[in-house]
């Protein structure tokens, strides 16, 4: 016989966060090895302690910028998209199911203008790669390829190492020319 199952869509349900992501999931190795606790030292000169609107907590901008980089996401719009339903980026931001997350444009605006004269980005950067390495998470040893298959005419017993560079400027400049597509698409001013 068949059943239907009852719509629970709008039910009440308590739920703890924590359990609704795999233990093994790559954000809980990260979280639970990485300390960003250093980002608003490193960050408070460029904030007014007293004056405007409160500002969007730089911890949580940075780590959505870490989400967007580590699972190619190359647009805020799509970051912000993302991590409104996708649980794990929910929870290693520290929200819960019905927190608010903060508009693709003010992500944007604080990355283009707050920090802008300052080499804060490649600081922080730099001590999360250096946490990573002392924690043996990273070693800059691995090879990634993006698996397209092409037919080669290339000599299976010479193999060349190369070292390859992508700086975190490159993302960057990513997501701007991605701001500069969407406006463009409608109809706005540079």
């Known amino acids: 016989m068949l059943n239907s199952r009852p719509q629970?869509?709008?039910?009440?349900?308590f739920v703890c966060i924590d359990e609704l992501v795999p233990k093994d999931h790559l954000l809980r190795k990260i979280?639970?090895?990485?300390d960003f606790?250093?980002?608003?030292?490193?960050v408070k000169d460029?904030?007014?302690?007293?004056?405007?609107?409160?500002?969007?907590?730089?911890?949580?901008?940075?780590?959505l910028l870490l989400l967007g980089y580590l699972f190619g996401v190359r647009s805020e719009r799509q970051l912000i998209r993302e991590a409104q339903?996708?649980?794990?980026?929910?929870?290693?931001?520290?929200?819960?199911?019905?927190?608010k997350l903060p508009d693709a444009s003010t992500l944007s605006q604080n990355r283009r203008r707050r920090?802008?004269?300052?080499?804060?980005?490649?600081?922080?950067?730099?001590?999360?790669?250096?946490?990573?390495?002392?924690?043996?998470?990273?070693?800059?040893?691995?090879?990634?390829t993006d698996s397209t298959h092409i037919k080669a005419n290339a000599n299976k017993n010479k193999h060349l190492k190369v070292t390859?560079?992508?700086?975190?400027?490159?993302?960057?400049?990513?997501l701007?020319?991605?701001?500069?597509?969407?406006?463009?698409r409608l109809g706005k001013k540079p």
């Open 46 to 63: 460029l904030y007014c302690p007293d004056n405007g609107r409160p500002a969007l907590d730089p911890t949580l901008m940075f780590k």
């Open 85 to 99: 339903v996708n649980v794990a980026y929910r929870w290693f931001l520290g929200l819960g199911l019905t927190d």
């Open 176 to 184: 701007d020319d991605d701001v500069k597509t969407e406006r463009a």
């Open 115 to 144: 920090f802008n004269d300052s080499d804060v980005y490649q600081q922080i950067f730099d001590e999360i790669v250096l946490q990573a390495m002392r924690k043996k998470l990273v070693s800059g040893t691995v090879l990634y």
């Open 37 to 42: 606790s250093f980002i608003h030292d490193l």
């Open 8 to 13: 629970t869509q709008s039910s009440l349900e």
């Open 31 to 34: 979280d639970k090895q990485i």
């Open 164 to 174: 390859v560079k992508e700086e975190r400027q490159a993302y960057f400049d990513q």
